[in-house]
């Protein structure tokens, strides 16, 4: 990889051997294989059996878990936070899962929609809760870097399955404890 990276500088018009670029290929590699760790890790491995029988049965929510990812199409950032609700079917988590399960998805080259989804659908694999929500908002730098350049801006996907999707007053109960922020 390093050596790639040296070809990169040099396409850019760089020279690789100037000083401060002389440990850029390393530094450069070691960072890619952190921001994409995620490939690395697996669900049944990363829960470690952290799945307990309990008689549960309303919704459990996890708000803004922050996270970092890099855009499949340009390979540049995007980050923001995600907000993680399921309804459980006799199975709880426990809560720390629930950001690895992020972490996991947005440790890979991704698309902000399809990390979405691949997060519900992992804890509706872990678990069979009665439903599962997600919603993602994130700040993309492919957008507000290169072309249309629009700093302010900001996506918001979501997945809703099972109950949530079924029942519109569990949506939108959801949906309400989102939009409530710490005092």
Known sequence: MQDNIKEILESLGEDPNREGLLATPRRVEQ???DLTRGYEMDLTTLLNGAIFQEEVDEMVLVK????YSLCEHHMLPFF??????YIPDGKIIGLSKIPRIVEMYARRLQVQERMTTEIAKALEEALAPRGVAVVTEAAHLCMMMRGVEKQSSSATASCMLGLFREDSRTRSEFLALLAQRRG
Do not use: C, P, T, W
């Open 80 to 85: 923001g936070k995600v907000h993680v609700a």
């Open 31 to 33: 960072s890619l294989q």
């Open 64 to 67: 803004d878990i922050e996270f």
